[in-house]
């Protein structure tokens, strides 16, 4: 079993940055792959950057690719999402999500979700 707690989330205007953060108990976390996505509403959930469990391979979806950048800190059993120049299109509910082994883009492939934290990007 893994816990997710994400925060960092916030109103922004935008050109703005924001660090999400997503930090893990429970089970080692250094085993698992980490995802971060979002939803807005009446959309369905869109994969935003993914992470593998050393931080050695990260891949990111074509709209967020060059402003974001997604890490962790496995000492501290934490992911982030450092998410520069927001754009009104970015504003959803961000949530992380974590799964035993590789990385993937598709929200059904991971087991474990946090309760998400509210990104608005105001034009």
């Known amino acids: 079993q893994v816990q997710l707690v994400e925060s960092g989330g916030g109103l922004v205007q935008a050109g703005d940055s924001l660090r999400l953060s997503c930090v893990a108990s429970?089970?080692?976390?250094?085993?698992?792959?980490m995802g971060w996505f979002r939803q807005a509403p009446g959309k369905e959930r869109e994969f935003v950057a993914g992470?593998?469990?050393?931080?050695?391979?990260?891949y990111y979806a074509d709209s967020t690719k060059g402003r974001f950048t997604i890490s962790r800190d496995n000492a501290k059993n934490t992911a982030y999402l450092q998410m520069n120049s927001l754009k009104p299109e970015d504003t959803a509910v961000y949530l992380c999500?974590?799964?035993?082994?590789?990385?993937?883009?598709?929200?059904?492939?991971?087991?474990?979700w946090g309760q998400g934290t509210q990104v608005t990007v105001s034009s």
């Open positions: 999500a974590a799964e035993y082994g590789v990385y993937d883009v598709q929200p059904r492939k991971y087991t474990y």
């Open positions: 429970g089970r080692t976390f250094r085993a698992y792959a």
């Open positions: 992470i593998s469990w050393n931080g050695g391979n990260t």
